[in-house]
């Protein structure tokens, strides 16, 4: 993705916003656990180092990325370790790209469109913000927390169905009710029918 428009403190907001739903992303994208040595999650130490440090520049920014994952040696190859991540900045301070690598291939249509307008919402959302919490979702309703923040990314309505269908369909839980569809009474079943 192109990552011009980003500042340090829009990239920040981006990592923040994918350490908070990580794990219910990468089991909506259902992961292979073989794969995760190519699509890393967030590195803990990074997050708490720019939330710390605010990086006011790419350069501070950059080295925050290679010291906390042990990569700052060969800067500037194209595989740089650091690159394995679900959310790869090495591409942006290498080029200006923002890569997501946490993605299966697909050949199916609404998928790879699920997948292009989730991170186009993702990165939109990481610009527009002011700040964003770096603190881990935890859910007893899945379906439900990722619909929830669908919608908040932007992808509401009928053009954005098909993410959120895709993004849903491998979650547990009711994307409509956090708690469960609510159960009818028998009495309240003969109230509806008369």
Not at 180 to 192: F, K, M
Request: proline residues 3%; aromatic residues 8%; glycine residues 6%.
């Amino acid at each position: 993705m192109d990552g011009a428009n980003h500042t340090p403190k829009t990239l920040k907001n981006l990592i923040n916003l994918m350490c908070q739903k990580e794990n219910i992303l990468y089991k909506a994208l259902q992961i292979d656990p073989q794969r995760l040595n190519y699509c890393k999650k967030v590195n803990e130490e990074l997050v708490k180092l720019i939330n710390q440090r605010k990086p006011q520049t790419f350069q501070q920014l950059s080295d925050m990325w290679y010291t906390s994952l042990n990569a700052s040696s060969n800067r500037s190859s194209h595989y740089n370790g650091s690159r394995y991540h679900g959310l790869n900045l090495h591409s942006k301070f290498s080029g200006q790209t923002v890569e997501f690598r946490c993605f299966n291939s697909s050949l199916h249509a609404g998928v790879v469109k699920a997948y292009i307008q989730f991170v186009l919402a993702l990165s939109h959302q990481g610009i527009t913000q002011k700040r964003a919490s770096s603190r881990r979702s935890v859910s007893d309703n899945e379906k439900y927390t990722m619909r929830c923040w669908l919608l908040r990314l932007g992808l509401n309505g009928e053009e954005f169905e098909t993410c959120r269908l895709h993004m849903t369909k491998h979650l547990s839980g009711d994307s409509a009710f956090r708690h469960g569809r609510p159960l009818i009474t028998p009495s309240q079943l003969v109230l509806a029918t008369v």
